[in-house]
């Protein structure tokens, strides 16, 4: 397929197609369906290291947005983006880490299942010791 093509140039029209593509199914059913077709292609394009950085971008702010069409979408891109955290550079981790994020927040739910990738913790706050005010310290 298109879409697995090694060329960044072919890759690059595919991202272009993908907006098209997925917005003509139907009904979200069968657009999720699609989306689930594309993965590889969307595992082929995360995967690139220190390459073909406008197509990674893309596919990636893409998934974001199918991620908050309902909660089956938003399993598939958390999904993808949980291996990607796991295994690529450290310079994309924050975007996947804040997709993570975004996908929790819209739905969660998603934080309940075992196999969801973070937590969000709120820091302590330590109770702060205030020093008395003399007249020496002033």
């Not at 298109?2 to 907006?19: A, D, I, R, T």
């Not at 139907?26 to 595992?43: A, I, M």
């Not at 995360?46 to 406008?54: E, G, I």
């Not at 598939?76 to 949980?82: G, K, N, R």
């Amino acid at each position: 397929s298109l879409g697995q093509h090694p060329s960044v140039n072919m890759q690059l029209f595919v991202s272009q197609w993908l907006e098209q593509s997925v917005g003509a199914a139907s009904n979200q059913q069968q657009g999720l369906v699609h989306l689930q077709q594309l993965r590889p292609y969307f595992l082929s394009v995360l995967s690139h290291v220190n390459k073909a950085r406008t197509v990674k971008n893309r596919v990636i702010s893409f998934l974001q947005n199918q991620g908050l069409q309902s909660f089956e979408h938003a399993q598939f891109v958390a999904d993808i983006f949980t291996r990607q955290v796991l295994t690529v550079a450290i310079q994309d981790k924050a975007q996947y880490i804040a997709g993570l994020y975004q996908l929790q927040q819209s739905f969660p739910v998603l934080a309940q299942d075992a196999s969801w990738p973070m937590q969000v913790v709120l820091p302590a706050l330590l109770p702060m010791a205030v020093a008395p005010v003399t007249a020496e310290s002033v």
